[in-house]
């Protein structure tokens, strides 16, 4: 059994029927609880619970506190190849954009993974487009090995794999995978996707549990906020987390909270996430799930991102650059999308101090 | 207060504090310092040996005992190997064995824990175990040789106090090393209670860390240890927990002997 027979048993949910049942004393009711359930975790993602998000704060503060205590880890991605060979609507390395393509040959891996091991982050993610001519499985294990020299900690965001080929990569160095489902309304997946071998729905829905079965030590999902309505998409990926979470104990779950960003694509037909719907999502994800890591990325702006430091954030990025050869090389591939938070290692770690929050740049080491 | 011996170590403080979750580094030789513990845990997964800045080893003063965790080992082999590193980049031979397989809870697997435990003991480190509090597991560890045990008292960082009570008191009354209660404990009063149970020391982290002023609460664990272990040296000496009557009901029958 796998994830895909719990997003069919919710697929044709009725959401809107459920949101307008909840009271004002279901909400309460459900904030006193010590643990949630699925329909609570709904519940707090109705428009009812908006109304209540200072009091859904102190619990997601409370808990994050008692879970993770005031210590934000920091990491930065690295772009190592921006070939792809699917169109997906919303993204600007879409095969159909005519944009500068680059992956970087070992030497320039290196020469990144030093330049960002200069500024004390131990903790690195690395990305490549989906191409298996630029970027095979064994280029993937290459890089791993690389970086595995300069950081303790090595993840990756590429395309789905086999569960054989997560096990190379993981015996190549690699600790931890982050891979979106992007939006798991499996329409609007097909829509969005235009051609490409990530047009399979359930291949990449699967990617996460492979890499567990594979023995991952950690997994971050999410859904790209703005492709479906925001309650939806939280909701599926809140099930999945606990999904994963309960299935496979040993591993660290985590979401990240991906809003879109203006890139060099051409999608428009988004749903607005605003601010407050985005704190909405995390607290609820935070009282639902009190052990599972909450990323922020530098998709979002440098105040925001301040101000959601106490509310159950545990990972945030910084000094990004989303450009291939970014951080370290003149002649740089075009970005993926353009970001909100500008800020280097060094800012961003005053930042979580001024916040009364311990920037940690290591938390993991392999063995 | 009247010393604890662990593993031969002769030591005047009862409290042990973990150094995860504070505010900023800078703070932790101030809770040290406020609450004169002389054994400090840390997750040896966060050390980053060679970055001064960084490096949480910076922060402890030289005179603690450092107690490496092993903190992320999912099995035995992997406890063993973190352990081992611990000892070669200088943390001394102290390790606090935690193998915990559930993210979740994060409760311990005693089962992983007794070899690791077995394993390190006989290769000269004073180990330390982290354990839900089971007797069987805790005779056991105590055979592989452990120094100590260190039961929870509740799941870790949940400050729920000793919601493992009765399970503890027993290890307190069987186990012949040191008891010292680890996870759990929320709040100065659940310290004192742990101390007055008979527990030998307690470890806490989460309380102190996340408090509006980790120093002042330091010390308030640390005066609530010393509190609740005199009550124990003082009214609770002997370990029997039925009252010795001042005129025994069954005095009669020796009457004959005097
Ligand atoms: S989202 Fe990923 S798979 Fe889709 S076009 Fe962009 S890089 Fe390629």
């Known amino acids: 059994m796998s994830f895909y027979q719990y997003y069919l048993a919710h697929k044709d949910f009725d959401f809107n029927s459920f949101f307008s049942s909840i009271t004002t004393t279901d909400i309460e009711r459900i904030l006193a609880k010590d643990k949630i359930n699925a329909y609570d975790f709904l519940s707090l993602l109705s428009p009812q619970a908006e109304k209540h998000l200072e009091s859904m704060a102190e619990k997601a503060q409370k808990l994050s506190l008692q879970h993770f205590g005031k210590a934000i880890l920091l990491f930065t991605p690295m772009y190592i190849a921006n070939h ?57 294990a290459k890089a791993a090995g690389i970086l595995k020299k300069h950081f303790h900690s090595v993840g990756i965001e590429i395309y789905p794999l086999t569960e054989q080929e997560y096990s190379q990569v993981i015996d190549a160095g690699v600790d931890s995978l982050t891979v979106y489902q992007e939006v798991y309304d499996e329409g609007i997946y ?44 939280a909701f599926f990926t809140g099930l999945h987390a606990d999904y994963l979470q309960n299935k496979y104990p ?46 922020i990325s530098t998709r979002e702006r440098q105040e925001y991102r301040d101000h959601l430091i106490p509310l159950g954030v545990t990972k945030m990025s910084a000094g990004v650059s989303t450009e291939v050869g970014g951080h370290s090389s003149e002649d740089k591939g075009e970005g993926q999308f353009e970001i909100a938070d500008n800020r280097n290692v060094a800012k961003m770690k005053q930042a979580i101090l001024a916040k009364g929050y311990q920037p940690v740049s290591k938390d993991w080491m392999s063995f | 207060m009247d010393p604890l011996s662990i593993g031969g170590v002769e030591l005047n403080s009862r409290l042990l504090i973990g150094t995860g979750k504070f505010p900023s580094k800078q703070i932790i030789p101030k809770v040290i310092n406020a609450c004169e513990t002389q054994i400090v845990t840390m997750a040896l997964r966060r050390v980053d040996i060679g970055a001064d800045e960084d490096n949480i080893l910076e922060y402890i003063p030289k005179g603690c005992i450092l107690l490496p965790n092993t903190s992320g080992a999912r099995d035995a082999d992997e406890a063993v190997r973190i352990a081992r590193l611990a000892r070669a980049l200088g ?12 993210n979740k809870y994060l409760l311990p697997d005693n089962q992983e824990t007794i070899k690791a435990t077995e394993i390190l003991a006989k290769e000269g480190f004073k180990v330390l175990p982290y354990m839900s509090p089971d007797l069987m597991a805790a005779k056991r560890m105590v055979e592989a040789g452990a120094a100590a045990v260190m039961p929870l008292g509740a799941p870790i ?28 404990l929320g709040k100065p ?70």
């Open chain 1, 84 to 140: 792809c060979i699917n169109k997906c609507a919303y993204c600007g390395f879409n095969v159909g954009n005519r944009i500068k393509r680059k992956k970087l040959t070992a030497e320039e891996i290196e020469q990144e993974a030093k330049a960002i091991a200069a500024t004390g982050l131990r903790h690195i993610l690395f990305l490549t487009g989906e191409s298996p001519a630029q970027s095979p499985v064994s280029y993937i």
């Open chain 1, 190 to 233: 097909d829509k969005v996707h235009l051609a490409g071998p990530k047009r399979n729905y359930s291949f990449r829905l699967d990617a996460p549990e492979r890499a567990c079965r594979a023995k991952i030590r950690s997994v971050n999902i999410g859904a790209l906020l703005g492709l479906n309505e925001w309650c939806k998409e």
């Open chain 1, 250 to 295: 040993d591993v660290a779950v985590s979401v990240s909270l991906p809003r879109i960003r203006p890139h060099a694509g051409t999608f428009q037909d988004i749903f607005p996430v605003n601010d407050k719907s985005l704190v909405q999502i995390m607290l609820a994800l935070r009282i639902f799930l009190p052990y599972t890591g909450i990323t």
């Open chain 2, 91 to 102: 943390a001394g031979n102290w390790v606090k064995i935690e193998v915990i397989s559930d």
């Open chain 2, 157 to 184: 960082g949940t400050n729920r106090g000793i919601k493992t009570k009765e399970l503890i008191r027993i290890l307190i009354d069987e186990i012949e090393v040191p008891v010292i209660i680890d996870a759990g």
């Open chain 2, 189 to 258: 009063s659940d310290a004192a209670e742990a101390m007055e149970m008979g527990a030998s020391a307690v470890l806490v982290n989460t309380a102190i860390a996340t408090s509006a002023d980790p120093v002042k609460m330091a010390q308030a664990f640390s005066l609530a240890v010393k509190a609740g272990r005199m009550g124990y040296l003082a009214k609770m000496g002997a370990k029997t927990r039925y009252a010795q009557a001042s005129s025994p009901l069954t005095g009669f029958l020796f009457e004959g002997d005097k």
